[in-house]
């Protein structure tokens, strides 16, 4: 991991021996397993924004934890080309994703997000790196005034396996419909008996700030681009309004959503 997420690592680890207790112990006050805090402290696994979140609630911090993983997600972890976007996503008060191919990063667990990197483009360390950085990122869904976050994707996405690893898709989508129920997600659906629709050209994602500047973000094998001028942002708009149009509603996209998690047990 990058020395950002480090360092919230370490002040993990402070807060947990400044207390005395041993991990078997913190384990049990956050309510997850000794492994899992086992392998945040030893880096090898991520801190995410569920597992600071239940150290701020645990030990009524205010939020302290949270916050810190706010400042510093994808500070050292994210490649350079991603990280002006990372603080425009930061600072965004509605963010509006469609994915034709894989579940949004925003709403990843760490072992989808691992298979998405797999095959051979990275290194191990290349992957922790990213992988670290993307679950980071999700704090800002946990954060006390969170954007709306609105995600539009094709039902392909649901139904794509890992291979050989069933699970992995079935533990994401419990956390699609985890996430969908909150006030501020909102996760629609494009059908497959749409059939070819605009939209499967590719990924791409809209963010307003507070200050009514919009920006929007596409990305390819290649490079993800940054867009901010005013006609390829109203590309994007339309193309956005082309995508939802062809999604279900809320209630019927979380049907189908629940009815695919069904086939995955």
Known sequence: MGTAIDLLVEELIE???????????????????????SSVETRHRPPTADYVAAIDKAFSTGG??????????GLDAAPIWLQDWIEIERKAVM?????PAYVPGLLQTEAYARATLAGGRFTAEEIDRHVASRLSRQAILTREKPPLFIAVIDEAVLRRPVP????VLREQIERIIELAELEHVQVQVVP?????????AGQFILADLPD???????DNQLKAQLVDRPDDIANLSRMWE????????????????????????
């Open 15 to 37: 807060a947990r021996t400044s207390r005395s207790a041993t991990q078997e112990e913190w384990a049990r006050a956050i309510k997850f397993s000794p492994t899992h805090v």
């Open 64 to 73: 302290t934890y949270s916050r810190l993983l706010l400042k510093l997600a």
């Open 95 to 99: 963010l509006r994703w469609f994915e």
């Open 164 to 167: 050989e690893r069933p699970e």
């Open 192 to 200: 497959a008996s749409t059939g070819i629709y605009l939209g499967m």
């Open 212 to 218: 009514n500047r919009r920006f929007g973000h596409a």
């Open 242 to 265: 082309v995508v939802r149009n062809h999604a279900l509603p809320l209630r019927p996209s979380l049907e189908l959503i629940r009815e695919v998690a069904k086939s995955w047990s």
